[in-house]
C-alpha cells in the first residue's frame, strides 16, 4: 500500500501491485508482436532457430566461451535435468539451503535423492559456507546452492569446499539472473548453473520456461538428451528423461526481452537502494 496526503493533511491508501506486468508489455508490444506472429506464421513451434537463437543469446549473456545454454521448460526441471545429467539418484545426499522456494529441495527428491538443509547466513539469506562442511557425509555427492532474492552466494568458498570433497556444485539461479560474484555471473562458477524464466522473473517469459548452462559439453548433450525423452537420436532413447523443452514462443519473447535485462536489473538496484535509503532509522524495521 502505498500512503499519500491529500489537501487537508488525510492520509489515504492506494494499492501498488507487487509487479505489473502489464506495463513491460506494454513497453515492448511494438517489439513482441511481430515476433510472435512471425512465429506463428512460420509453424515451427517446437525446438528450431527460435530456441538455438535465444540459447546462443542467453549463453553469450552470461559470458559466452565455451558456456552453453540449454533451453527446457522451467526452473525445476532445469534442476532436476542437471541433477539427472549429474548421475545423483537414490541413496545420495544433496546438500541444500534451508531457506528457499520448494523446488530447489524438490529437485533433489524428484531425483529419488536426500535433501540435506545447511542453514543460511542471517545478513544474505543464502547458505552458509561455514556451515556446509559439517553437513558432509560418505554419501554425499552434490551440492545446491541457491542464490536468493539476486543476492549471490559466497562461491568462493563453497567451490573450495565442495572440490575439497570431490562434491559437484549446482546453482539455483531462479532469483538472480545477471548477478555475480567475484564479477562472474551466477550460474557459472559450479558444474550447472539452473535458471527460472517463470513470468514474475527479473528474465520473464509468457508462461513457463528454464534453462541449464554449463561448461561442461557432455553434461550439456546430456541435459539435451534428457529434456526430449532421454533421446539421443531420433527415436532412440538411452536414459529415462522428461519432456521438457523450452517452447519456441517463449524463445522469441525472451530473445525480445534478453538485451534490456541489464537495465532493468539496474533499476530494482536503484530502487532497492531508494527503499533502504528512506526506511533507515525506523524502529522496529
Ligand atoms: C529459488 C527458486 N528455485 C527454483 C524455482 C523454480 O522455478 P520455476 O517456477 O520456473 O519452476 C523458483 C521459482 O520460483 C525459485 O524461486
Known amino acids: 500500500m502505498a500512503a499519500t496526503f491529500s489537501k487537508g493533511s488525510t492520509m489515504t491508501e492506494e494499492p501498488i501491485p507487487l509487479l505489473d506486468l502489464t506495463g513491460q508489455y506494454r513497453a515492448l508490444a511494438g517489439l513482441l508482436q511481430p515476433q510472435v506472429e512471425a512465429l506463428l506464421a512460420s509453424g515451427q513451434y517446437i525446438g528450431g532457430a527460435a530456441v538455438q537463437r535465444f540459447e546462443e543469446q542467453f549463453a553469450q549473456f552470461l559470458g ?49 535423492a536426500r535433501p540435506v538443509f545447511v542453514d543460511v547466513d542471517p545478513c544474505t539469506f543464502n547458505l552458509d559456507p561455514q556451515l556446509l562442511e559439517r553437513s558432509i557425509s560418505c554419501r554425499t555427492k552434490a551440492v545446491v546452492v541457491v542464490h536468493l532474492f539476486g543476492q549471490a552466494a559466497n562461491m568462493t568458498q563453497i567451490l573450495a569446499i565442495a572440490r575439497r570433497h570431490g562434491l559437484a556444485v549446482v546453482e539455483d539461479c531462479a532469483q538472480a539472473v545477471g548477478a555475480c560474484w567475484g564479477g562472474r555471473p551466477v550460474g557459472t562458477w559450479g558444474e550447472v548453473g539452473c535458471f527460472s524464466f ?57 530473445s525480445v526481452k534478453l538485451p534490456y535485462l541489464r537495465e532493468w536489473n539496474w533499476r530494482r538496484q536503484g530502487i532497492a537502494e531508494c527503499y533502504h535509503r528512506l526506511l533507515q532509522g525506523i524502529p522496529g524495521l
Open 198 to 254: 517463470f513470468p514474475s522473473k527479473n528474465l520473464g517469459a509468457a508462461g513457463d520456461g528454464g534453462a541449464v548452462v554449463t561448461r561442461d559439453p557432455q553434461l550439456a548433450s546430456r541435459v539435451r538428451a534428457l529434456r526430449e525423452h532421454g533421446q539421443t537420436r531420433p527415436y532412440h532413447h538411452e536414459y529415462l528423461g522428461l519432456n521438457s523443452r523450452l517452447d519456441a514462443l517463449q524463445a522469441v519473447i525472451l
Open 64 to 112: 559466452g566461451g565455451s558456456l552453453e545454454a540449454v533451453g527446457c521448460n522451467s526452473g525445476t526441471d532445469a534442476l532436476v535435468l542437471a541433477l539427472q545429467a549429474l548421475g545423483i539418484q537414490a541413496g545420495d545426499e544433496v546438500l541444500t539451503s534451508a531457506f528457499s522456494f520448494f523446488a530447489s529441495a524438490a529437485a533433489i527428491s524428484r531425483v529419488g
